[in-house]
């Protein structure tokens, strides 16, 4: 990291400058500060990027500036963009350019690869990966605040020259161990458009639905979109128009008029005579009018054989030692959903642990034990896996 004063970038011909010096290497390390508690969109307030040889600050809140160089330069697939738990960030990127930013390398996805942890966090990450200490004291800045002094420009511009030489040592390590298609599913999946979806009409898939009955998931749909569109049209929070508890309320009570509504316990007393309500009343007498126009149509419920007792142990049990012996975190092989379905004796394609590397190191294995091919034991305290005889 340079030891000059760090002054973010403000000008238009600086910030060209600056995106050209990025190109000269074939990736980039973003990352961004943003503030959310109070609006729906978060307000990006600061970008911090790094490429060999170049690091900077933009300040995408000074007057005048046209952030769409640095958006071309996300927006360009010839360049691997590098980001630590990346969601948050691409989803800004995502509204930004109109398309989430591809293709992506998540250091946090590839530290699942090679044994570093689970949801590893980034001043960890850095920890072991390159021994260096992180001061986290700027860590809870208000980065709307300008100026901003040199120690918390310094903590903000480090998120990016530590991620690219974290990145160059995780990139060869996974290549030594030829691990790279590993992860390159998960890193695909972080730049699909489904991902950062924020159609009102999509918001009930958001929710857990409780009840499969006509009526309530019409209401259940109508409220969620409703809400949704509140909170973008006015930018606040989904939870300060209403919380979740408070969509299943409806959806369960149905509530018809004002007084209905005050009777709710999930439900603010008032709220339905607030500006912010406006709407909602009528919204929940169109879904109860006509609930085919509402009802999303769930896939039928298929009848599952029953689990074998102590399948799901076992194969857990496989996991672990599996994962153990490659030093790879279990989560990125198969997760709960995949140890039930293959416990139940399911065998389709679209349950990823049966399926490419993870069938090779976990899947194959995983069949040979339910079918007694495979054999579990303990000797020393390690799990040791053997073929039975006869």
């Not at 409806?250 to 509504?261: E, G, N, R, T």
Request: a negative charge; proline letters at 6%; charged letters at 30%.
């Amino acid at each position: 990291m340079t030891d000059k004063t760090l002054t973010p970038i403000t000008e238009q011909e600086e910030l060209q400058k600056f995106c050209e010096n990025l190109t000269s290497g074939d990736f980039i390390c973003v990352d961004t500060e943003f503030h959310r508690e109070t609006t729906f969109w978060p307000e990006l307030c600061l970008i911090q990027a790094s490429a060999p040889g170049v690091e900077g600050l933009i300040d995408p809140m000074a007057k005048g500036i046209d952030l769409s160089p640095f958006l071309d330069l996300m927006a360009d697939t010839s360049r691997v963009k590098v980001m630590h738990a990346a969601r948050q960030d691409m989803e800004i990127f995502n509204r930004l350019i109109g398309t989430p930013p591809a293709p992506v390398f998540d250091t946090q996805i590839a530290a699942m690869a090679l044994g570093l942890g689970d949801s590893i966090s980034y001043d960890n990450l850095i920890q072991r990966v390159l021994r260096r200490h992180i001061d986290k004291s700027s860590q809870f800045t208000d980065w709307k605040r300008r100026p901003l002094s040199e120690k918390q420009l310094k903590y903000a511009l480090g998120d990016v020259t530590h991620l690219r030489d974290a990145y160059l040592w995780m990139r060869d390590e996974l290549e030594k161990l030829d691990r790279m298609d590993w992860v390159a599913t998960e890193m695909a999946d972080i730049s699909d458009p489904a991902v950062y979806d924020t159609d009102p009409k999509n918001a009930w898939q958001r929710l857990k639905f409780r009840k499969t009955h006509k009526d309530y998931l019409a209401v259940f749909a109508a409220v969620a979109e409703w809400r949704e569109r509140q909170a973008q049209t006015i930018d606040r929070p989904r939870r300060r128009i209403l919380k979740d508890e408070a969509i299943q309320e409806i959806a369960d009570q149905k509530p018809k008029s004002q007084d209905q509504f005050d009777r709710l316990r999930a439900v603010p007393n008032g709220f339905i005579r607030s500006r912010t309500a406006d709407g909602l009343v009528e919204t929940v007498e169109a879904a109860l009018a006509d609930p085919d126009a509402y009802a999303p149509k769930l896939p039928k419920r298929q009848q599952n054989p029953q689990t074998p007792a102590g399948a799901p142990e076992m194969l857990k049990v496989l996991l672990k030692a599996v994962s153990d012996e490659i030093n790879v975190v279990p989560r990125l092989i198969a997760n709960a959903a995949d140890i039930e379905r293959i416990a139940r004796g399911e065998t389709s394609d679209d349950i990823p642990a049966l399926t490419g590397w993870r069938h090779d190191v976990f899947g194959k294995k995983a069949r040979a034990l339910l079918t007694g091919n495979l054999a579990l034991s303990f000797e020393n305290g390690q799990v040791r896996l053997f073929e039975p005889e006869g």
